[in-house]
């Protein structure tokens, strides 16, 4: 079993509609969670991190973590095209300052 | 701040060569991380230094891969001999602070993409 895992999509939403990505992970210890964007054929870029069971929001993206379910969401509303980016979910399980990132949900935002 | 440096951006080889990646982080970040990222296997993390020395290498595929940081604003991977299977884009990144202290943001560069025929 990977240590998390994410469907590789793609996942395809119309403009305006909410996104829903998910991410699951197997170490029960994992500590941060976090949500990280990034372009074809650019770097990887943060866009949230949660550690605490719940929602945390910040503009048009929500993540979502349950700690007793293993699952790590991330909600876009209002998908505009310039959300579509692979979406890489990255989970901390406290030893040093390793991350451990899935493989990314390619999102694509139609018009 | 130009943010993380990396060269060269693109890297054609062939098998057996040595290769040589350069990162220079973010001036202040004390945390550097080399990463690899190939369609099958995501990101990867390779290693990490602290203060310009390695913490965890774990992650390093094998003896052919080697990094070091000389001083805090340049890192080199060097990969010796080169295989096709190395192929992949290589970040590297650098944070102010390590993920233990709650420092979670990490500053990617631009990539080198390494193809190796």
């Known amino acids: 079993q990977k240590e998390v895992e994410q469907n590789s999509g793609p996942l395809s939403v119309p403009e305006g509609a909410i996104a829903s990505l998910n991410c699951t992970y197997s170490?029960?210890?994992?500590?941060?969670f976090f949500w990280y964007r990034q372009y074809s054929g650019k770097s990887p870029e943060l866009i949230m991190f949660i550690y605490s069971n719940g929602d945390k929001e910040d503009g048009r993206f929500t993540a979502q973590l349950n700690k007793a379910s293993q699952y790590v969401s991330l909600l876009i509303r209002d998908s505009q095209p310039s959300d579509s980016a692979t979406y890489l979910c990255a989970v901390y399980t406290g030893t040093a300052s390793k991350l451990t990132f899935g493989t990314g949900t390619r999102l694509q935002v139609t018009l | 701040d130009a943010g993380v440096i990396q060269s060269p951006r693109h890297e054609v080889t062939e098998m057996g060569q040595e290769v040589t990646l350069r990162c220079k982080p973010i001036s202040g970040h004390d945390y550097l991380f080399w990463y690899r990222q190939t369609m099958m296997r995501g990101l990867e993390l390779l290693i990490y230094f602290n203060n310009n020395v390695p913490i965890d290498d774990s992650g390093m595929p094998e003896d052919r891969f080697s990094a070091k940081m000389p001083n805090a604003s340049f890192s080199t991977l060097k990969i010796q001999p080169s295989e096709p299977r190395d192929s992949a884009v290589y970040f590297c990144?650098?944070?102010?602070?390590?993920?233990?202290?709650?420092?979670?943001?990490?500053?990617f560069g631009p990539g080198t993409r390494l193809t190796v025929t």
């Open positions: 990144a650098s944070s102010l602070g390590g993920l233990a202290g709650g420092h979670y943001e990490q500053y």
């Open positions: 170490d029960r210890g994992s500590q941060s």
